[in-house]
């Protein structure tokens, strides 16, 4: 046989903040006393009250399938989240719950790419935004940023990426990587792009949740009926309520769309857990604003502390994150300088020498698509963040 995987196969890359995050893991379990900056998780337990609801399921005998764009209830509650927290109006026909929001923007970008088209993404971003774009034969158009601009995307720089080609225009705000969080200004400005150009919006709004400071999260849909009718919006429990294991994530999106993500869902996983639907049935049925504001004012005090600390350090440079829980940090002032004779190169050699010397593991700007940067996510305790911090400062010193 010349060829024993697809060239599909072939081209997929891992998700380097898995890796990272395993690679951390597997280290602490061999002894090694690795701080991890790495997962985009919350470190703390899913509520009482989602739990719950899956108890109650299990007792109840919902563990059977269910429709594949998930039980009807909770389509309803999303339907409700989306209008009253977001602004959004989509039927609850017009929702798919998925395994997890990485699994609806797959199956979005199956359902609208072709092999060609291009879709415009600006970077720093995500990991597998890029990946699952390509997985479709289609080809990521990045819009680099950085902090001159607050991470933000000009106008006249999306517009310029716009050819017959385009498809679609990714929109994650708040940022992962960048903590950035676009304003209404910023919302419009894509928007109006999109309905000129004739572009999806796919608006990937999973840390809607997490803003500080002033800053507060706009759903592009809700500007107007007419870009409602242009996008398409992802979200999910896995930050807002710490169930990132229990794989639920959903969308909305104009009815052609939520049907041809249905009927792929059909033949990829059928339902989600059933189980697991009824947790985030309860979640969203339960939250209020008091756990909103536990979790927020949690990870605010965790990014003031993160971003004093890596400040505090020579050759460290720290936009101060609006949303998220991660902090971009621009290294290049780290880049030419030597340890044991070499010099470090890149950003994949900083997080390397982070890794060996300072025992932190953080990942490296490369696999966001915009190198000369690293990534440190707040996930982890106050404890912890000092002791990282104290531990980079102490390496570095050591610095050539
Ligand atoms: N979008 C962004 C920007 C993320 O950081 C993540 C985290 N993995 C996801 C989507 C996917 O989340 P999940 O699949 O856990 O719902
Ligand atoms: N979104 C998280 C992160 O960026 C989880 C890992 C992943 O799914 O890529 O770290």
Redesign the pocket.
Known sequence: MRNVLSERARQAQPSP?LALTAQAQALRRQGVDVLSFTA??PDFDTPDFAKTGALEAIHAGYTKYTPTPGILPLREAISEKFEHENGLRYAPDQIVVSC??????FSVFMAILDPGDEVIIPTPC?V?YPEQVKLMGATPVFVPTDETTDFLPSYDALRQAITTRTKAIVL?TP??PTGAVFGRQQLKEIASLALTHDLWIVA?E??EHLTYDDYRHESIGALSKEVLNRTIT?N????SFAM?GW???YLGAPSEVAGAVSRLQDQMTSNACTVAQHAALAALQNANSEWYAFVRTLFDRRRQLLVDGLRSIDGLHCWTPRG?FYVYVNVQGLIGRRYNGRALESSADVAGFLLNEARVATVPGEGFCAPGYVRFSYTSSEAIIQAGVERIAEAVSRLD
């Open positions: 903040t985009g998780e997890g929001a990485k699994h609806s923007l995500w597998s994650n940022c992962n990937d999973i840390y992802v999910g429990v896995s930050k990132t794989r639920i994530g998220a």
